[in-house]
């Protein structure tokens, strides 16, 4: 009989503990507020009796010193009370209380696992998360919901989907419980922390909290791939293109397709290992261990210049999931040089080269002119001839052009003027010589005849 008054007892305590949710634990001086998770406690001390005076935010109790006793939402236990202070103008004496207090409210607890947390990028797993009531009070207005967003949904049973999130609304009775579960699928490479958000009436007041964490590790693509090539290829000089692969998985095996597109202006020489030839395309299949590597090495030479890089893809599997990586290679330099002329640059270069045209044909129309002594008349036609030149190589020209070509046609002008002018004055000067000549002999006429 006393065994079943004990089991009893036991049963009951179990079941009051589940109720339970400590809120405070530590000492308050009497007749000051204390604000514990947002209600206001107080406590007043009276050492005659030694029991304590403990205002809730819903009814008051009057506990025995090293007693604990509840109202219909809190239980509060005094460990002990002992003298502080004494205000020495109202006489008021102040004892400090040490007290536990719990409350008697419905609480939900989470639990959140997945049955895979290294996944690869691709690779799927049950993501499950389970609320339970442990109280034993009924828990209403639950409302859950948690963002996946990191993974692709596939599947989702015991709650409803809303984007890339799960979410659920309903209440638990006593002891029960709520399980969801998604089927999520990986698709960055990264680490993710998941959790959710919870809210719920306990009896009391609404109540929010955070579930519980889980972290989801989402791998690299397991085919490490590193490519390595000769410098300074030149043409026909050969070189090497090497690739190395490696299964980096600790414990599954990779099954690999390697297909390598050789440029048109570049030949194989000798690969290793051997692959299988079509046209220009190489190709492999292997299967790699964990941890494995292999070389694939390619003598190869440039036979010209082009502007085809050496194409490479490897299409694998892991663990029943596909994968693809591919790249490509340049053999030839493709960037344009940083020292290239800007378009103002190149134009003032091709007019250049035309005015030193231009000033060369006026330097030999000049020695024409100087050597043969032409007139104005024959010194016409080689002048449009040269406005000709000009006007074809010059076509649309830009303003400073013009401008430029202006003051060449102007130099010309002068010059040929200074050479006519140059030229009358001698013809003049002669013309004047040949006058005082024949002035002088008609002088000497008169003069000889008197003579005689």
């Known amino acids: 009989m006393k065994n079943l008054i004990f089991i009893l007892m036991l049963f009951l305590t179990l079941q009051i503990v589940y109720a339970e949710t400590k809120i405070f634990s530590g000492t308050v001086i009497t007749d000051t507020d204390k604000v514990i998770e947002g209600s206001i406690f107080k406590f007043k001390y ?6 304590v005076f403990a205002q809730t935010p819903t009814t008051a109790l009057i506990v025995d010193n090293g007693a604990c006793k509840s109202n219909n939402v809190f239980r509060v236990c005094i460990n002990r009370a002992n003298f502080s202070y004494k205000n020495v103008t109202t006489y008021v004496y102040y004892y400090e209380v040490d007290a536990t207090i719990y409350k008697l409210t419905g609480s939900l607890s989470t639990s959140s696992k997945s049955i895979l947390t290294d996944l690869l990028q691709g690779e799927s797993t049950e993501f499950t998360i389970t609320i339970t009531n442990p109280t034993d009070f009924d828990i209403t207005d639950i409302i859950y919901n948690e963002d996946l967003t990191p ?3 596939k599947d989702v049973k015991g709650c409803s ?4 999130q799960i979410k659920w609304q309903g209440f638990l009775t006593s002891k029960y419980d709520k399980t969801c579960t998604a089927t999520i699928a990986a698709e960055k490479e990264g680490t993710q922390n998941l959790a959710g958000n919870l809210s719920y009436f306990n009896g009391f007041e609404t109540e929010k909290k955070t579930t519980d964490s889980i972290t989801i590790k989402v791998l690299p693509k397991q085919l490490k791939i590193s490519q390595f090539t000769d410098k300074n290829i030149e043409i026909k000089k050969p070189f090497y293109f090497n690739i190395s692969l490696q299964n980096v998985h600790s414990s599954e095996d990779i099954n690999s397709f390697a297909a390598i597109m050789i440029p048109s202006h570049v030949s194989l020489i000798k690969d290793t290992p051997v692959f299988e030839k079509n046209a220009r395309v190489l190709k492999h299949s292997l299967m790699l261990k964990p941890g494995a590597a292999i070389n694939y090495s390619l003598y190869m030479e440039k036979l010209s210049e082009g502007k085809e890089p050496i ?8 663990k029943g999931i596909s994968d693809v990586i591919e790249n490509s290679t340049f053999v030839d330099i493709i960037s344009v040089p940083t020292n290239k002329p800007s378009e103002p640059e190149i134009e003032k270069e091709e007019y250049n080269a035309t005015a ?4 060369t044909n006026e330097v030999q129309g000049a020695k024409a002119i100087d050597e043969n002594k032409t007139t104005a008349a024959e010194i016409e036609p080689a002048n449009k001839t040269i406005e000709k030149v000009t006007s074809a ?3 649309e020209p830009k303003l400073f052009s013009k401008n430029i070509l202006l003051l060449s046609i102007v130099v010309l002008a002068t010059f040929i003027i200074i050479l ?5 004055i001698r013809k003049r000067k002669k013309e004047s010589d040949e006058l005082a000549e024949r002035i002088k002999e008609k002088l000497k006429e008169p003069i000889d005849e008197q003579i005689k």
Request: proline share 0%; charged share 25%; aromatic share 16%.
């Open 420 to 424: 006519l002018v140059i030229f009358k």
């Open 46 to 51: 009276d050492d005659v009796s030694n029991k």
């Open 393 to 395: 190589d010059l076509q």
């Open 311 to 318: 194409n490479y893809r490897f299409d694998y599997t892991i």
């Open 356 to 359: 030193n045209l231009t000033a």
């Open 161 to 164: 989907l809303d984007g890339n």
């Open 151 to 153: 993974f692709l949904i």
